[in-house]
């Protein structure tokens, strides 16, 4: 099978670009309380030990910018994942505290989020994207196409990519392109990684109409049969969300200094989930691939060369040649 034409890369770029209509000039307000940085610190360190360690080298401002992002992204996941009465209302009275100054200052993770915006300049719309990609979670169960699964995943992601890319610093337009494509590559690799555990929850995401080109169906997915039909699957999908890093990586040279290597960390070590996926016989249903703290350590060095060294842009040139 081969992949399809990339109509979704131009309907998200059209969008991600609109958005910067809306940026506005940075500015300060309140400064949040040390308590509402530490909330934002726990929350990232507990849910994901990948990303602390990304911006752990970052400035002391940065850093915590970046955190309370995370914390905001995982807060609002966790209305729609976790929340017992009525999800969609509870998301948005969620959306108007956000938005609401004494309603925030009553919420540490708000008052750090409404810091970090204003003070990075973060347009709206990317925020309001994150929340209704995170909305559809509530209505849509399925993805006919890839193409619909792209526009999924640059709510949930890419736009995450984009606001990160607003504390971070960024040279010009043209390093939204990269954000895009890197958002959707992490979250194809969480999608890939969580096929097991989201079947359980009532989630599925993988596009039908591969699934049905290979000769799979969901009682398949249901039995958690790991057969030649799903390794080719796999395969197929592997090969191109790695594409999609292999894309979006050179766009580390077009982030400030200051955040390249984090997020050069971030992608690096999320394609090795993949890697780890492939090692297992592609079996997403009986265990959860991950990458070990020790071969996480030993990456660091060679991640920071290439980081600093553009070594991204020269790969992806030898790759499109």
């Known amino acids: 099978m081969t992949p399809s034409a990339r109509n979704w890369e131009h309907d998200l770029l059209a969008k991600a670009n609109a958005a910067l209509e ?14 509402a940085c530490e909330r934002c610190r726990a929350i990232t360190r507990q849910n994901s030990r990948t990303f602390y360690m990304a911006t752990a080298l970052m400035p002391r401002e940065k850093r915590r910018a970046i955190r309370a992002l995370y914390a905001f992204c995982r807060i609002s996941d966790d209305v729609v ?16 505290r956000m938005f609401d100054e004494g ?31 995170i909305a559809q979670d509530l209505t849509v169960t399925r993805y006919a196409t890839f193409d619909d699964l792209a526009h999924y995943c640059y709510g949930v992601a890419s736009t995450v990519g984009l606001m990160s890319m607003h504390i971070i610093g960024y040279s010009g337009p043209e390093a ?20 097991g555990e989201d079947w359980q929850r009532g989630r599925f995401y993988l596009p039908l109409d591969e699934l049905a080109a290979y000769g799979i169906n969901e009682g398949d997915i249901a039995a958690g049969h790991v057969d030649d039909r799903w390794r080719a699957f796999m395969r197929f999908q592997i090969a191109r969300t790695c594409r999609l890093y292999d894309e979006s990586l050179p766009g580390v040279a077009l982030l400030h200094r200051d955040g390249r ?18 090692a297992h016989d592609y079996d997403v249903f009986r265990r959860r691939a991950h990458v070990s703290d020790a071969r996480k350590l030993a990456r660091l060095p060679g991640i920071a060369w290439r980081s600093y060294t553009n070594h991204y842009e020269r790969s992806w040139r030898r790759i499109k040649s």
């Open 22 to 35: 809306e940026m506005i000039a940075p500015a300060f307000g309140k400064t949040a309380t040390e308590e």
């Open 81 to 96: 994942d976790q929340s017992e009465g009525d999800r969609r209302a509870e998301l948005e009275a969620w959306r108007q």
């Open 103 to 133: 309603a925030a200052d009553e919420v540490p993770v708000l008052m750090a989020w409404r810091e970090t915006r204003r003070r990075y300049g973060i347009p709206a719309p990317y925020v309001e994207q994150l929340l209704d990609g």
């Open 176 to 195: 939204i392109s990269y954000a895009v494509k890197l958002g959707i590559a992490l979250q194809l690799t969480n999608i890939l990684r969580d096929v």
């Open 261 to 278: 290597f984090a997020v050069a960390v971030a992608a690096e070590l999320y394609r090795g989930i993949l890697e780890d996926i492939e």
